[in-house]
């Protein structure tokens, strides 16, 4: 499950999330990657977007830079067994249905809504908010995602959405959108390396020709496919 902290948009403190140790990949967006065994995100108060982060390197040392140059954090454990990678799922279409109801959830209307504008299945967007956040706009990750469906900075700004606008659910589902309709034009509405795209980076997938072996991702995967009833 992921684990989300809360964060209090008002408080004037300097915010401290810290990462648990382990095996890690941070991309920036410049393509560089670091393997690094430890990091930290600091808040500055209301400062969304402001925020630096401190990466601990696996060789030893540190980087500190600014959480807006990170694309994503992912897991680096490898899974034995192989990941799906099936083009095409019974049962689920990309693309939003003409009359198609709003998912019974919490702001069903709004993936309705954005769904509809980008021609997006919204129980897709659904799905997605469920498995990142729980439907929580508020939710920020220790790696520094926030809102419902858990965007980077560096990837709300790539799909002309602030920073400091990802706590707002209209566009934080907004930048989701445009992310995953450029992902599945990427890979050909093959729905387990949109997946993959999304939760570990296009490159992630270019890499391994396919879902990246990460454990991370695999586990991300199915607890979509469960909400889709897939």
Known sequence: MRVVVRVALAASVLLAVAAAAGAELAILTNGHRYK???????????????????????????????????????DDEIVEEPPPDSPVEPGFTFDYRSGQAAPATPYGELF???GREHE???????ALARAESNYDPAAVSSKGARGLLQLMPATAERFGVSPRELHDPARNVLAAARYLTWLRRRFEDDLPRVLAGYNAGEGAVDAHDGVP??????TFIGRVYGFLGL
């Open 36 to 74: 690094v065994t430890d990091w930290e995100v600091q808040h500055r108060g209301e400062a969304v977007g402001d925020e630096r982060i401190r990466l601990t390197l696996e060789g030893g040392g540190t980087v500190t830079l600014p959480l807006i140059q990170v694309e994503r954090i992912v």
């Open 112 to 114: 309705l809504q954005v």
């Open 120 to 126: 997006l299945n919204p129980d897709l967007l659904a």
């Open 213 to 218: 072996p990460y454990r991370e991702t695999v």
